[in-house]
């Protein structure tokens, strides 16, 4: 789920704040209140839930009503109680993803655009992991390591390192060659000072945007693999693994899926919609607009 991000920042001369202008766009405003809501959910949810995990044949494949909000699995375990616990581990995933890959992305990219030497071998291994499927490789390195909650996300992060390094080092390549970097290059400035002063600051606007894509991409990629029975271990319930495990009795218990389905959908949805709304604020020719 890679899209283009304008590789600029914000007018400094903009006479509105940062803040004034994500909150004059509706996308970041509206999705930002949705998240939310979803985040509340996700953290107080189980609190006021039972147990995901506990087991009761007796109430087996009653639907919603009949027994809890959204009805009960094949082994009588509450659905609503699996399924706010599993929006805890499909936003954990996507966050703890777009951390990660932005950091090493971004170290990785400035190397690759900075310093010349580096560009071709950082470069062909990332064209090297951009050319396996992403879903094949994370199978393969859960197959390898195990499915825990750590492998699953090491096997989101790698295929999403790439496309932060290639934005940032599209960034580098531009911002190196400005004025200001040549002054502070002939002044003797050290390279990782001119990297962290002068280069980095250049790529924040266009990586927070690439970071709620990522985000949405993961917990997506997640739930694709726990569908596969490749993700969470199923004791660790999950909006991917719930779906897989009612998929058998999709006919007769369509609510299994259902529900877990449409929180994958509002949730990367809402986190889709604060990424495009991120994008048009941070790029100051609709900025300007905005105004």
């Not at 000072?193 to 280069?199: F, P, T």
Request: aromatic share 6%; net charge neutral; glycine share 8%.
């Amino acid at each position: 789920m890679s899209r283009e991000i304008p590789l600029s920042s914000l007018d400094k001369a903009s006479d509105l704040s940062v803040f004034q202008l994500v909150i004059k766009n509706k996308n970041v405003f509206w999705g930002s209140i949705i998240l939310i809501i979803i985040i509340l959910v996700a953290i107080l949810g189980p609190f006021f839930a039972l147990d995901p995990v506990s087991l009761n044949p007796m109430s087996r494949l009653k639907p919603p009503g009949d027994a809890g909000l959204f009805g009960t699995d094949q082994l009588g375990r509450d659905v609503y109680s699996r399924v706010i616990n599993g929006g805890r581990i499909s936003l954990v995933v996507g966050l703890t993803v777009a951390i990660f890959a932005v950091i090493f992305g971004t170290v990785m990219g400035l190397l690759a655009g900075y310093i010349r030497i580096l560009d071709a071998i950082i470069m062909r291994v990332m064209d090297g992991l951009m050319a396996i499927p992403a879903i094949l490789l994370a199978i393969a390195m859960i197959s390898l390591s195990g499915a825990t909650l750590t492998t699953v996300i090491a096997a989101i992060v790698i295929p999403e390192i790439p496309r932060v390094v290639r934005l940032v080092r599209s960034v580098v390549l531009t911002v190196r060659e400005e004025p200001y970097v040549e002054s502070a290059i002939s002044v003797g400035t050290p390279v990782y000072l001119v990297m962290i002063r002068h280069v980095l600051p250049n790529t924040i606007a266009p990586l927070i945007v690439q970071a709620t894509y990522i985000c949405g991409s993961a917990m997506l990629t997640e739930a694709i693999l726990g569908f596969l029975g490749a993700g969470i271990p199923p004791e660790i319930p999950s909006w991917g693994n719930i779906m897989s495990e009612g998929r058998t009795f999709f006919q007769l218990t369509p609510w299994i899926i259902f529900f877990p389905g449409i929180a994958l959908a509002v949730t990367v949805l809402s986190v889709n919609i604060v990424g495009d709304g991120l994008r048009d604020t941070l790029d100051p020719r609709i900025a300007r607009n905005m105004r």
